[in-house]
Every structure is written in C-alpha cells, then in structure tokens.
C-alpha cells in the first residue's frame, strides 16, 4: 500500500503565488525530491479554492497544512471539518504563519486529529515531515493487517480474554486452532532452519534433537502464516509443551523476520510490539517484569526468547532450555545496554503507558527466571509505573522513541496514562 499525503499550502489573498513559492523555496525542493511517499500539492487562497481541492483531490491518507500566511483560519477550518485523517499544521516566524497556526489548533484541538508543528531550521522541518510520514504510514499499516490468534490467549491472560476486535483500529483478528501447530510439526522429517541455529550459537547446552524440534515448530508457524495470509500472529505456546517442544526459538526467528510474533496468545503485548515495530522497522521484546527495586528505581524484564538482532553478541548467548518447563530450546542472552522504551497498551486498545529508560545489567543469569534477563534504571518513579501499569507483558524497544508514539497516539486517540502524577 502507498502512504498517500496532501501537502496544501494556505496563503493570504493578498500575496501572490510566486511570492509563496520563492518563500517556500527550499520547503518545495525537499518535498518534490521525496521518493517514498506519493505527495499531492495544492495551493490556496481562498474558500473556493478549498472547495475546488475537495472535490477534486486524490483520496489521502494524511494532510499537511503548511501555513505560509496569516490570515488563513478559514481556508484550514474548510479542509479540517469535512475531513477525519490526521493534519499536520506546519508553522514558522515568517508572515504570521505561527498566529494563524495558533488559532487553528486550538479551534480543533479536541474534536480533530491534529498537531502543531513550529519549525526554526530546515533540519527540524526535514525530522517533523518524517516523523509525520512515518507515523502515518504506520497508522494506515496497522489498519489493514490482520493478526492470527493461534489458540486462546493463555488462562493467566486476563486482560486478553474475549477479545475479537482491536478496539477503534481495523485489524483483523483471525482465530487459529493451536493444534494446527502440532499436526504441522508431525509432517516435517527434518528442517533446514536447525542447521542454520546450530551455526548462530556457538554455545548450546540442548540436543541437537532439541533444536530440530525447535526449528519444525518455526516451519509450521511460517506455513500457518502463508496459508492464512496473516502478518503477524500469537500462540498459546504452553499448549505445545505437551509435545516436549515450545515456541521460543521459532518466535525469535519470526521476529527477527519482521515477521511480530507474540508469546502466550497475548493479544494486547502482539498489537503493542506491533505498533513499536511499525514506528521503527526494528524488532521489538516482549516480555515478564519480574521484580522492581524501588530504591535503585529499576526494573528487571525477563522472557525466554528474543530476536537475536536485539543481542548484543551471539557468541556471548547461549542456547538453553524453557525456564518453567525445562525442555526444548530458549536464548539466554545479553541485550545491548543502552537507552529504550518500554511500552503496553491496553483498555480497549485505546490506552498506553510508556517510560524511557536505560539497560543496566543486561545478562544476570538467574535461574528463578525467564533465560534473557535485563536491569532497566527507568526515567519514572518505579512504584507509579507500577500503580498504573496496564497489564502483564511489556514492550521494549531500543531508543527513546517517545516523540513517535506520542504522535501515534495523538492522531489515533488513544489516551497517554501519566506516570510522572
């Protein structure tokens, strides 16, 4: 699909077109030399100008309202009020283009999907267009994916039961008998994927066998994901342990493909990594808090599987067994220590509670939880996170991507929960 944008450009009745073209100038250059998204521009000055644009402009996925004058309410209110996609109202010194941007955002500040954008220099200008594009493009990806639900979300799960839609978001929830894994698994002699495994990690503490296991599991969730035209999936994988093998290699692989996958058919944890997955095009880990240390003000997540791409050295991982069960395959892993977020939504798919932070210890090997460990000194008061904490399983991503996902949530209503209160 094509992230489609509108570019209007809204100037006063008393300059003329040439004028606001050799003003804009390098504004203009840079939009006429992007490559990755389809951009239509239009230039207004009038009522009858928007009416004329309305009726016959390209459908859009988004709109940026670049102000280069005052005087100009009027035009925006006309493009925003019919409209319901997200626009980004664009803003600078010159003209009273910051005045007029004033007065339209806070007319549609509370009933539109708008943002203000002031830029002073044209690299803020170049990160504020990305970062709209960006963001856009992953709010229209999210609305036509669909998700398999492959077995009901684990018992434990109780914020994911009964769920059959995502909320406001138009993601298909396409529901997959878990023992499809299983009869899979049954017609693969031998894969590929469990040489490919044995030449990534040096270290191994599981056989070979093991590992085969593993790697059939993978083939099967890649079959199940062909056939049913899904892009990202669940799977209630404590179900397979009483087939000796689990998910957590097979996952770690998905994801490293881009392709989200989520553990314990957690619904919420697979559309969070979803979204963190889509503002960056990296992968995302999902896993445990296993405990806080509100004195030090950290936290420690823990799963038993892992993008690869997200360790720091594969020959400093190795491969282990399940934690709770003790079988099959799991990645005990350093992550890299560096700044990240952490992320969960939850609600009706209309909440999210995020906090930066940064990776302290990232392989403390402690048997009593889940194999890849990490200390994170978070940047808000732990026992608050706790307080309003939206559910089990959390997202982490590296970076501060903050700023992205506030944007995401700006332009798709969904509710920032505060935990700096």
Request: proline letters at 2%; hydrophobic letters at 40%.
């Amino acid at each position: 699909m094509s992230n489609k944008i509108s570019l209007v450009i809204l100037y006063s009745r008393f300059e003329d077109v040439s004028v606001i073209e050799k003003r804009l100038e390098t504004e203009l250059s840079y939009f006429k030399n992007i490559s990755n998204v389809k951009i239509e521009i239009a230039f207004i000055n009038s009522v009858d100008n928007c009416t004329h644009f309305l009726a016959n402009s390209a459908d859009s996925n988004s709109t940026i309202l670049l102000i280069a004058s005052g005087g100009t309410e009027e035009y925006a209110k006309t493009l925003i009020e019919v409209n319901e996609h997200p626009f980004l109202i664009v803003s600078n010194s010159k003209n009273n283009s910051l005045a007029a941007s004033l007065e339209i955002s806070a007319f549609f500040r509370n009933n539109k999907l708008v943002k203000l954008f002031y830029y002073e220099n044209m690299d803020e200008f170049i990160s504020g267009i990305e970062n709209f594009s960006l963001v856009n493009n992953a709010i229209e990806v999210i609305n036509n994916s669909s998700f398999g639900v492959i077995g009901e979300p684990s018992d434990w799960l109780l914020t994911s039961k009964q769920i059959k839609s995502c909320g406001s978001f138009k993601t298909k929830l396409v529901e997959i008998d878990i023992n499809e894994v299983s009869e899979k698994v049954g017609t693969i002699s031998k894969s590929i994927t469990a040489s490919k495994i044995e030449n990534d990690y040096q270290h191994k503490c599981v056989h070979s066998s093991e590992i085969d296991n593993s790697s059939k599991v993978y083939d099967a969730l890649k079959d199940i994901i062909s056939i049913n035209e899904v892009d990202a999936i669940t799977v209630r994988c404590f179900d397979l342990l009483k087939h000796k093998y689990t998910a957590c290699m097979a996952l770690s692989i998905l994801n490293d493909e881009n392709i989200v996958s989520s553990c314990e058919g957690d619904i919420f944890a697979l559309f969070t990594m979803y979204v963190a997955n889509k503002l960056t095009n990296k992968p995302v880990w999902m896993a445990n808090p296993s405990s806080v240390n509100k004195e030090e003000n950290t936290l420690i997540l823990a799963h038993c599987t892992v993008p690869s791409k997200m360790l720091n050295n594969l020959d400093e991982s190795l491969l282990t067994t399940h934690m709770e069960s003790g079988l099959s395959v799991a990645i005990q892993g350093p992550l890299k220590k560096q700044d990240v977020t952490i992320l969960r939504i939850g609600g009706n798919f209309d909440k999210i509670l995020f906090s930066t932070g940064k990776i302290v210890n990232a392989d403390m090997r402690n048997p009593n939880l889940c194999r890849t460990q990490v200390k994170i000194k978070l940047n808000v008061n732990a026992q608050t996170w706790i307080n309003n904490s939206l559910g089990n399983h959390q997202i982490l991503v590296y970076g501060d991507i903050t700023n992205l996902l506030t944007d995401f949530c700006n332009f798709t209503n969904i509710e920032i929960v505060d935990c700096n209160k």
